[in-house]
């Protein structure tokens, strides 16, 4: 068994869970505690006892051991990308790049504790110097899902600790080997006991606690829209700060004028890598009329020939899908498709391979209007959309007629189209002629509406979330 680390020591429990490989259903992995609520408020008391001594510790002493943490995860990139894509399913080049993915922000986020300045400056009033400082929040809750179980937890971790937080840690119950292999890199990187706590376990006990305990300062969080909401609810009680990422409905618009060629590979990446289980996915891919023909007979035949396969295996572009729950969501969402009149294109059947795995074919649906169900609620799937507009003033209409804003794409060789959908495109990102996923750990990432709620993470931007400014005033 797998155990959670609490207050410095690896802990056992009572039960646990079995951990399968879904391209692989007769793969187990490993067995993994699952952390009791009393786990949870042990972890919590341990990160209090712990909080007051690591804000205190200098930025190079935090600085040293998210770094040794850093060159850990590199030097093991290799061995935990493959394990990332066992238990995860996406393929091992995408495993092995998201675990060096999350070395490069331990590595930033090590700069970062010695890049912590303030400010000073005189106050209005004669002779009182005024000083603008941020200090550590002091607990952080985090809660991560399973769609990239390296990078998240390396983009909350890393600069909770940067910063001088104490942490719990609650991984996805998918995706716990991973979070283990993260957490085991930082334990080894020299933490002091209880600075950081990992509680595998359920939500509706390990993450409840969090959400609910006093003593928990700050939370952050990144899932689905119906928990993130439920947790704004439940944490009004302790007036906890709070940080949400819960999803996204994100348009890729196609212009008369785009490089068909890129316009294709854009949707591609954007709608089916990572089997499309990615909050960045190019879910509704909204098409001008002059080139939707063309642009939905170019896209159809690469997406009939994207190989479904193991996800270890040579030669896999897309993994199998996380879960049979998962799985048989999608197939429901395909199902309404179809009863709305929407035309599966190519692709959405299960496909059978040599070993037992969540495995279907990424689906294309066609005749959709923004109105229906395809094209309202995130599916977090292989299934992308395809809505036929008149011209980008219609595009830029219904990319932004959605209750989402994290993030939407153009394809166009016009300027003028471009610098105007950058400005109007209501989102946090936006993304030209590029694919809709995919973003750099130094800059923010976060967005509107329903996608996110409080401060952006990555970045320089994460001191927003993860510290509180205080201001002294002196007379000298």
């Not at 400010?119 to 400082?133: A, H, K, L, N, Q």
């Not at 359920?202 to 700050?218: F, K």
């Not at 295996?313 to 969501?329: F, M, N, Y």
């Not at 059947?349 to 037992?356: I, N, Q």
């Amino acid at each position: 068994m797998k155990p959670n680390l609490i207050n410095g020591e690896w802990r056992d429990a009572a039960s646990s869970t079995e951990n399968r490989n879904p391209s692989d259903l007769d793969d187990l992995i490993d067995v993994f505690a699952d952390g009791t609520e009393q786990d949870a408020h042990d972890a919590i008391t341990a990160a209090r006892a712990a909080a007051t001594a690591w804000a205190a510790t200098t930025g190079q002493q935090r600085h040293d051991v998210l770094l040794a943490a850093a060159l850990e995860i590199r030097e093991r990139q290799q061995e935990i990308g493959w394990e990332l894509a066992r238990e995860e399913g996406k393929t091992l080049a995408e495993g092995i790049a998201e675990v060096g993915r999350a070395a490069n922000i331990f590595d930033f986020f090590a700069g970062e504790a010695l890049r912590l300045m303030g400010e000073i400056g005189p106050s209005v009033r004669p002779g009182i110097r005024v000083e603008v400082t941020r200090e550590p929040i002091g607990v952080v809750g985090i809660i991560t899902p399973w769609n990239f179980p390296a990078a998240i937890p390396a983009w909350k971790l890393a600069p909770a600790l940067c910063f001088g937080n104490a942490v719990v840690f609650k991984p996805a119950e998918l995706v716990p080997h991973t979070a283990w292999l993260i957490v085991d890199c930082l334990h080894r990187a020299g933490l002091p006991p209880g600075a950081l706590n990992l509680v595998m376990g359920r939500g509706s006990i390990v993450g409840r606690a969090l959400v609910e305990s006093p003593d928990v300062d700050a939370l952050t969080f990144t899932g689905s829209v119906v928990v993130g909401r439920q947790i704004a609810q439940d944490a009004a009680a302790t007036m906890k700060k709070l940080q949400l990422e819960m999803g996204g409905k994100n348009p890729l618009v196609v212009l008369d004028d785009a490089d068909l060629d890129v316009a294709v590979a854009c949707a591609i990446d954007g709608a089916f890598f990572s089997t499309g289980q990615r909050c960045t996915a190019s879910s509704r891919i909204v098409v001008a009329e002059g080139v939707y023909s063309r642009f939905v007979e170019l896209l159809t035949e690469r997406t009939r020939h994207l190989r479904v396969g193991h996800a270890l295996e040579d030669g896999t572009e897309i993994g199998p899908v996380s879960s049979a729950e998962q799985l048989e969501q999608n197939q429901r969402y395909l199902d309404i498709a179809r009863r709305e009149s929407g035309n599966i294109r190519v692709g959405g059947e299960r496909v059978e391979r040599a070993t037992r795995g969540h495995y279907m074919q990424p689906a294309l649906i066609t005749d959709t209007t923004n109105a229906m169900t395809i094209n309202r609620e995130e599916v977090f799937g292989p299934i992308a959309s395809v809505l036929r507009v008149r011209d980008y003033d219609e595009a830029l209409a219904v990319a932004n007629n959605t209750e989402f804003g994290l993030c939407a794409g153009i394809c166009t060789t016009s300027l003028k189209h471009a610098e105007h959908f950058k400005r109007h495109a209501q989102a946090g990102m936006v993304m030209v002629n590029l694919p809709t996923a995919g973003v750099d750990y130094h800059v923010p990432f976060g967005g509107r509406k329903g996608s996110s709620h409080g401060p952006r993470e990555q970045g320089r931007y994460a001191q927003e979330f993860f510290t509180t400014v205080k201001t002294a005033y002196t007379r000298p």
